[in-house]
């Protein structure tokens, strides 16, 4: 993974950096021992793009432009001809992201809030 201010200055910004790290981070969950999840490697990408887009929405990370993302160009042409073959995938390959983003976010500690909220004095 390159360091965060390769990406700040490109044209993605530091929205780039984070989805490039959650991509790698749902490749990291594809094993079968980890998440039961294996296909072709366009497929794989297909998953780790939706999933990143997943961990991307939960950190509240801000949107990095469709423009910008090479690695979706690239297989663009591949992940429309396999959904035309297998009407299915996109169901399977959403739903598998998002057992990756839950497996991911399985390893984050609760934070208990560190201030009361006002409205909790009232009651």
Same mark, same amino acid.
């Given at each position: 993974m390159c360091r965060k201010h390769h990406f700040q200055h490109g044209p993605g910004g530091a929205s780039s950096f984070y989805h490039a790290l959650f991509h790698e981070l749902a490749h990291w969950t594809e094993p079968r021992a980890r998440c039961g999840w294996w296909d072709t490697p366009e497929v794989n990408e297909l998953r780790a793009e939706i999933a990143? @887009?997943?961990?991307?929405?939960?950190?509240?990370?801000? @949107?990095?432009?469709?423009r910008c993302r090479r690695n979706v160009h690239k297989h663009l042409e591949i992940w429309i001809n396999e959904m035309r073959r297998r009407p299915r995938l996109i169901s399977k390959v959403a739903a598998s992201a998002a057992k990756a983003v839950d497996y991911i976010l399985g390893y984050t500690l609760k934070v208990e809030p560190r201030h009361e909220a006002i409205w909790d004095e009232a009651v």
């Open positions: 990143a @887009d997943f961990l991307a929405t939960e950190f509240a990370v801000p @949107d990095y432009p469709y």
